[in-house]
């Protein structure tokens, strides 16, 4: 890597849940060469989903990566989880993409997901292909697939390559640019063949459509051709590269993950026309002072990077995944974390293939590397050069939507709970941990139910801790609507110094949201000074259980307006302004039942 | 005692009622899914109180208490095929009406008697 990422592709892989984004990394990885056998999600031998939660649930919940050789480029695949309840972890990796490969199921069309990530994909102005996949299942339909992403997504979907037979039958490829066909055997590999006679006239007529689409990434070209020029196919791929660039369009691939058709073309097509991190506009920011800054993706600018996962794994600890922006990072080192405002020393660099790590000697601009063990350094933090600082923003992770209140199985593991679910926060930030003060439950919030649920299964069985799920209790509260006036009277006469002592408050309703209000109105300062905030803290205390269901009492004011403390003539009632005592109590009586 | 004479007594002259969190909830959604939304929030105690349209979708805003919108996220998905989304911060503490707060008091004093 380093220097050599002009060659470097960093793919994500978008859709919705089941689309097939992580059979086509398995298929890519598999050609490459970096599996024996295919990995198949049906099976759970997939390299990119290994958790397993994962394979139970036969979908990605989190990111995978892993970067394969191809052609003398390198692929580095982002396999992100499509599913609603996971789509934070996309939002936050697709940053670290160059392009979105947005795939579309040719049976199912484009489904919200895809529209949701897409739009993730144009918040960071990142450039999309898309792929239909599936083309080889029963009511595939590859025009009805084109038209659901032309209405659904943008940048406009062009067409690039067209299906040869369909379903069952569908067993080759035409390239629209190179004009040429393909078909492939039972293993995925393509002959040359000539274009089908009956496609021939559809087959021109996409062509003439092509060119007309391409060329609007380029004025000059466009002059050329409506003059009636003709284009060379080298100038029609630059174009094409250029507009897929500048988000003017985004081009339709198609084939078949499962069955290995048209996985070559695509890889060819990732290799020659999807930008590399080089050919990226440089990234804005801010320096410290608040001033606009930026960096271009070049090796020889000033070291800057952000952090857009952690991974708990249960051999090299915690993983930082960052994505370096520009400059160079060594094999080991510090850099300077600009977010927090600390510097960090990192022992060794690494690659992730999967679920393994790699060491890696260096990273240039576009390379996504982990570093293991960071203690301060969390997702979203930027990493700069200590002398030349920079902050990015972060994209921040979705709002959460559900909360569940979480008891723990076993009595005393509250803090165990604690503990090993702030591990799991720190993997997903979309997660949020709390305690409600009023209702005294431990809530979990996160996207929806499933993804509650999987975080519980994992707490299971990385930490052992099981948790039952429970709809949280309502923090309700209590008030007055009415204002009164309340004698509290109180009297020991057993034993010890005699007690006695009477006290009248009123309280009145206050409005809504202006809490609790303590109000000394007796004239005449007959009440020792430092017995009053006894007296209000009494109160307050005592407003911590109101009278309907011991909810917590607000908006109402309590004016102490007379109290009166008695001196027994008798030699045991001693007691003389014990106001602590005799006053308090009675004030704590009448408010929780105001 | 003098003073559980006294709260008794404050107990059904101050008149105590409950309370409980309102939500301010922010739905967006596709136009053809708009009757549903309103009617189910409507269903859920929520008041509407004003949309607007961003883009191809519509943007209802709504206040509802929290009590009914707990599992407000499976159901407007199930609502919408996925397409609604919705996000939702406290507002404020409001008053649970009567024939309400009756049914709440009586199921949370049963809750803390087991």
Redesign the interface.
Known sequence: MGHMNETLRNVALVAHGGAGKTSLAEIMINKAGMTTRIGRVEDGNTVMDFEPEELKRQASLSTGFFQLPWKKHTISLIDTPGDQNFISDAKLCMQAAETAMIVVDAVDGVKVQTEQVAEFASEYGLPCAIFINKLDRERADFTRAVDDAVQCLSPKPIILQLPIGAEADFNGIVDLIGMKAYQYDDSGNASEIDIPADMQDTVETERETLIENVAEADDALIERYLEGETISNQELRDTLKKGILSRTFAPVLCGSATHDIGIDLLMDFINTCLPSPLEMPPKQGVTPKDEPAERKPDPSEPFSGFVFKTVADPYAGRLTILKVVSGKLGGDGTFYNATKETRERYNQLLTIAGKEQKPATEAGPGSIVAMAKLKETKTGDTLCDEGNKILYTCATPMPILISFALESKATGDEDKIYISLSKLLEEDTSLKLERNAETKEILLSGLGQVHIESTIEKLKRKFNVEVILKTPKIPYRETIKKKVRVQGKHKKQSGGHGQYGDCWIVMEPLPRGTGFEFVDAIVGGVIPKQYIPAVEKGIVEACQKGPLIGAPCVDFRARWILAVTMRSTHRKWRSRWRVHWPIKKPAMKPIPFC | ????L??????D?????????IMKVTVTTPDEYMGDIMGDLNSRRGRVLGMDSAGKNQVINAEVP??EV?????DL?SMT???GM???EFL???E?PNQI?GK??EQ??AE?EE
């Open positions: 005692m003098a003073g559980s006294a709260y008794k007594k404050a107990c002259e101050a008149n105590p009622v409950l309370l409980e969190p929290l009590a707990q599992t407000y996220a499976p998905r095929g996925g397409r919705y996000s939702m404020r503490y409001d649970v707060s709440v008091i949370i004093k803390q």
